[in-house]
């Protein structure tokens, strides 16, 4: 958990952008997306997948993965005991930087 706290003060100048502002460079996508990796596995390939209780995101079309992060954020915290920590962590981003993690996710190739 003190871990996971200090990635997420690390992240919080990259998430806290003025509105308006453009879109996140490939490389801020990158960083942010290592804000997923201690759950959904690296480059979005969950430990377990197929069987696991952490969904992979590798390879998942964008908008699929866009609008479940819309609804995960949407969420109250706690709202659902399968995505604990999900609407918590996604507080911190905005929605282009959330359509660009999307878009990353979903060019990755399937393993």
Same mark, same amino acid.
Not at 47 to 54: D, H, K, L, M, R
Not at 63 to 92: C, E, F, N, S
């Given at each position: 958990? !003190? $871990?996971?706290?200090?990635?997420?003060?690390?992240?919080? #100048?990259?998430?806290? &952008?003025? *509105?308006?502002?453009?879109? #996140?460079?490939?490389?801020?996508? *990158?960083?942010?997306?290592?804000?997923?990796?201690?759950?959904?596995? #690296?480059?979005?390939? *969950?430990?377990?997948?197929?069987?696991?209780?952490?969904?992979?995101?590798?390879?998942?079309?964008?908008?699929? $993965?866009?609008? &479940?992060?819309?609804?995960? !954020?949407?969420? !109250?915290?706690?709202?659902?005991?399968?995505?604990?920590?999900?609407?918590?962590? $996604?507080?911190?981003?905005?929605?282009?930087?959330?359509?660009?993690?999307? &878009?990353?996710?979903?060019?990755?190739?399937?393993?």
């Amino acid at each position: 958990m !003190k $871990l996971l706290l200090i990635g997420m003060a690390m992240l919080l #100048p990259l998430a806290a &952008r003025p *509105a308006g502002e453009p879109a #996140p460079s490939a490389q801020e996508v *990158a960083v942010l997306a290592g804000n997923c990796v201690t759950c959904h596995g #690296p480059r979005g390939q *969950a430990p377990g997948a197929g069987g696991g209780s952490i969904p992979s995101l590798r390879g998942r079309p964008a908008g699929v $993965l866009w609008q &479940r992060m819309q609804a995960l !954020k949407a969420m !109250k915290t706690g709202a659902t005991a399968r995505a604990t920590i999900m609407p918590l962590l $996604l507080q911190g981003y905005d929605d282009a930087q959330l359509q660009a993690l999307a &878009r990353w996710f979903a060019g990755q190739e399937q393993p």
